[in-house]
């Protein structure tokens, strides 16, 4: 993919070139959209082009890429706006001192999206969904010094990740249902995959990814934040990339999904309210990148409810819409960056009559305003057109649908116009930099996009042919022929268009008094997802914090009760369970000295006991484990015996040495409860430990081993001891990986021994901190 | 303990102690005894050296640093399997050669310098543990 390659060579251009370098780079896109504009004949006829490798084929991996009209038309949205997005950042951010890497972002970007809308297989869809998530999160954080920027781009990453992680649940649903893993294959299944129990499963996992990335209400919150990112990020992210592939899986999903009940309640629900949530939120807004951001929302939200209409009017007005608000959105993002940045403010009651100093933004503008308000001639009309013939009929709760469109669309002219023309018109004012109009790569961007939005209108046949009817086939999944015409005629979409505009322009009049009304409803509210955000982030870190304090408490003895007893109850409750409990052994017929060293192991463990000091209890420890060497001995096992010997006389001295440098109180202070708890731990462990034994002695003995040992040990290893060359020939390897480890504990526990912390106080911290 | 008997007996004893454990060590093979026994042993005689001395006093009689002597241990472990690697045997076989010295047959093999890996890497690491554990200096 070559806007990878570029994403590599993105820095060492700008190092050589400094800004122009963004004239350069947008060779790339430039070269990707003619690539994918070469396809668009064959598309159009109803051809998808497909291709692919496998991956890994042993897993059931493959690479397969799929483009029919839908894929198309957003790879040309993606590439084309990706285009004029480069040359303008080159402009945008002149000077800045991580140019480089913001290109690099902005191209991996680029490559992760036109991954995404051309993926065929679900593994591939998931992959560069989840890239696009990262990689947004890399440009809404690129201001990463300040601290609201660090917090949108995480709140963004956090909102879309969870979102990715439903949608990857969503799409093993799906081919668990179907046994399908590729979106081309699936399109045409759906019946099976509507008629499969798990259906719903599905559709709320896929939706909860569709939705999240799409910033649909109430995940809405993340898009309006993510605005602290550099504008050409907000301009390519929010008009045709990033919010819209949650789009672009709805309707990549439509002729598979849709058609259901659930599909064609849950969608246009949560589609309508967000239009309505974010065209009222959006006059609330000052700042002309919040008011924008506000009505993509909005925005966002329509296409949501119109596909989940699924009729073929509202999958046509879908497509329109779709194409339509790419463009005059990024036109519209891309004016309110040049604005900033020429005059130093987004303010909009700080801005007026700039239309002398910046004549040619004014005019991009403009155009773009218009194809937003949905005014004959331009391209937003063509969608409008079509949203009010799909809503135009309606039955029941669909009329309410109706009522949210005409006034949230009402409100979006009134938005787009104060963006467009309340800060051109008027008188001048004084503003921060003294305003004049930008250079040519800054307003070539909003200016050939407004005029694509006039030029795709006026040119409708050749537009429906090759790109509305196209994808509006793909996303009802049978063909489908759109034509509507730009010329208005008399009909009920036309009167509801007029109304809208009406409603707008007193709603564009009228906009101090409603933002002050807004003002006040949402102050009486108080509280809002962005809030709830921050509270659950809050909630789930002091869960984490409370539930490491419990697991992990800080107290050795509290440790050491936990893991006895669980030592105790996993070797005696198997055992109770299924019977296996040994029977009681006969008492063996020992010689007197064997009874004695018996007898000397058990006076050891009944001095530990009741030693009054510790120290005497660690020298009663060695005699008993010495009196076990003996018994070692006595049974034929020198070796072990040895190394019992040597292991029980380290003990003694290294336990000594240790209760001397922990200056514990040399007697054993426990209360009597505590006392008679451990009491019971130990005992319950040390029968166990007894039982298990038994049971093991009581079992056939298979001595194939030792018959082997014992005959091999000679002659091939040349050893007449069998247990040391057990331990250095035969199982050399254990023993190459045990001396591995006794060297690791010895480093560890000479690191525990030296740390000793510098002052209390930060001991103390680091304690807190783990 | 600074006790006369103690201070004048721990050398001896560290003496005979580190000479025994080198004898466990190399009749390991036919005998009881062996890389893990001896490597104890040794480090016992270190221990008692740094009650009776200090502990400056057997890092200086050490030179090397214990941990040290412990990794040099195990590389020289690791490093005993390679051989048979090159003649296309599994990592680890045990290979033999009998020269003869002086008149006597010794019994060399890649399988003893494993052992003595084992030796090292388990007298450098207790060694380690005890000494820091009797190092008071920084209290």
Redesign the interface.
């Known amino acids: 993919m070559l806007p990878f390659a570029g994403a590599l060579l993105a820095p060492l251009l700008v190092r050589m070139m400094k800004h122009n370098a963004g004239w350069l780079l947008a060779a790339i896109p430039l070269a990707v959209f003619l690539h994918f504009a070469g396809m668009i004949a064959s598309v159009s006829t109803g051809n998808a082009v497909s291709g692919g490798f496998d991956w890994a084929p042993s897993l059931g991996l493959h690479y397969q890429w799929f483009l029919d009209g839908l894929s198309l038309t957003f790879a040309l949205l993606i590439s084309g706006i990706g285009t004029l997005i480069v040359v303008y950042s080159g402009g945008y951010l002149k000077g800045h001192p991580h140019q480089g890497r913001f290109f690099s972002f902005i191209l991996l970007f680029m490559g992760a999206m036109l991954g995404l809308v051309v993926s065929d297989s679900f593994l591939m869809l998931f992959v560069y969904w989840e890239l696009t998530s990262i990689t947004s999160f890399l440009l809404i954080g690129f201001d990463h010094s300040r601290e609201a920027s660090r917090r949108a781009a995480l709140q963004a990453l956090l909102v879309t990740g969870i979102g990715g992680l439903s949608l990857l649940a969503g799409l093993l649903v799906i081919s668990q249902a179907t046994g399908i893993d590729h979106l081309s294959t699936l399109l045409g299944a759906g019946d099976v995959l509507r008629q499969s129990p798990l259906y719903l499963a599905a559709l709320l996992l896929v939706l909860g990814g569709a939705f999240t990335k799409s910033a649909q209400f109430p995940f809405h919150f993340w898009l309006p934040n993510a605005m602290e990112a550099p504008t050409p990020v907000s301009a390519y992210l929010h008009s045709a990339t990033m919010v819209k592939a949650g789009v672009y899986l709805v309707m990549r999903l439509n002729p598979a999904m849709g058609d259901t009940v659930a599909w064609e309640t849950i969608l246009p629900l949560f589609g309508g309210a967000t239009l309505a949530v974010g065209a009222l939120l959006a006059i609330r807004q000052t700042d002309l990148k919040q008011m924008l951001a506000y009505t993509t929302v909005a925005s966002l939200g329509l296409l949501v409810m119109l596909t989940g209409l699924g009729s073929d009017k509202a999958v046509e007005a879908a497509v329109l819409y779709l194409v339509a608000h790419s463009l005059f959105k990024g036109a519209l993002f891309m004016v309110a960056g040049l604005i900033d940045h020429e005059s130093g403010t987004r303010d909009i009651t700080m801005l007026s009559g700039l239309r002398k100093a910046m004549p040619v933004t004014f005019a991009a503008a403009m155009l773009a305003a218009c194809s937003m308000g949905g005014l004959p001639l331009f391209f937003g009309f063509l969608a409008k057109e079509e949203i009010y013939a799909a809503l135009g009929s309606p039955h029941g709760w669909q009329a309410l649908l109706l009522l949210v469109a005409i006034c949230a669309n009402a409100l979006m002219f009134a938005i787009g116009f104060s963006v467009a023309l309340r800060p051109f018109v008027g008188v001048a004012t004084k503003t921060p930099k003294a305003a004049h109009e930008g250079p040519l790569s800054l307003w070539l961007g909003p200016a050939i996009l407004g005029a694509a939005g006039l030029v795709a209108a006026l040119a409708y046949p050749v537009t429906h042919l090759y790109f509305s009817s196209p994808a509006a086939s793909a996303v009802a999944g049978k063909p489908v022929d759109v034509h509507i015409p730009v010329i208005p005629h008399v009909s009920l979409p036309l009167l509801l268009s007029a109304l809208t505009v009406a409603l707008g322009i007193a709603a564009y009049l009228g906009l101090d008094r409603l933002r002050g009304m807004m003002a006040n409803v949402l102050g009486a509210i108080g509280w809002g997802p962005d809030k709830g955000f921050d509270q659950v982030l809050r909630g789930l870190l002091r869960f984490s914090t409370g539930l490491t304090r419990i697991i992990h408490c800080g107290r050795l003895d509290v440790y050491m009760t936990v893991t006895f007893i669980a030592l105790a109850v996993s070797l005696l409750l198997p055992m109770a369970l299924f019977g296996e409990l040994p029977s009681m052994p006969a008492v063996p017929d020992f010689r007197f000295y064997e009874w004695a060293v018996l007898a000397i192991a058990v006076i050891g463990v009944v001095a530990v006991v009741r030693a009054r000091s510790r120290l005497a209890a660690i020298v009663s420890l060695g005699i008993q484990g010495f009196a076990v060497a003996l018994l070692y001995m006595l049974f034929g096992a020198p070796d072990l015996s040895f190394t019992q010997f040597m292991v029980e006389t380290l003990s003694v001295v290294i336990l000594a040495l240790v209760m001397t440098r922990l200056r514990l109180a040399p007697t054993d202070h426990r209360p009597l409860v505590q006392k008679l708890l451990d009491a019971t731990v130990a005992s319950a462990c040390g029968v166990a430990l007894a039982l298990l034994l038994l049971k093991v002695t009581q079992m056939p003995f298979d001595d194939r081993l030792s018959q082997f040992f014992n005959t091999y040990s000679k002659t091939i290893a040349h050893g007449r001891n069998v247990v040391n060359v057990i331990i250095v020939d035969f199982r050399g390897l254990d023993t190459l990986g045990e001396i591995a480890v006794v060297m690791i504990t010895g480093l560890a526990i000479l690191a525990l021994v030296r740390i000793r912390p510098k002052n209390p106080v930060s001991g103390a911290k680091v304690a807190e901190e783990a | 303990m600074q006790t006369l008997i103690f201070r004048t007996a721990a050398p001896l004893l560290t003496g005979l102690m580190l000479l025994f454990s080198v004898f466990?060590l190399l009749r390991?093979?036919?005998?009881?005894?062996?890389?893990?026994?001896g490597g104890?042993?040794a480090?016992?005689a270190f221990?008692i050296l740094g009650i009776a001395f200090g502990v400056p006093a057997v890092r200086r009689a050490l030179y090397f640093h214990p941990?040290a002597i412990?990794?040099f241990?195990?590389f020289i472990?690791?490093l005993a399997?390679l051989p048979s690697l090159d003649l296309g045997m599994p990592?680890?076989t045990?290979l033999?050669a009998a020269p003869s010295l002086f008149g006597m047959t010794v019994?060399l093999?890649t399988?003893m310098v494993?052992?003595v890996?084992?030796y090292l890497?388990?007298v450098?690491?207790?060694t380690?543990?005890?000494l820091?554990?009797?190092d008071r200096e920084?209290?």
């Not at chain 2, 390991?28 to 026994?37: A, K, V």
């Open positions: 466990v390991g093979h036919n005998e009881p005894g062996g890389g893990f026994t104890l042993i480090a016992s221990a941990m412990s990794g241990g195990l472990a690791a399997g990592f680890l045990g033999w019994d093999s399988v494993f052992d890996g084992v890497v388990v450098g690491s207790i380690s543990i005890a820091a554990l009797e920084h209290d």
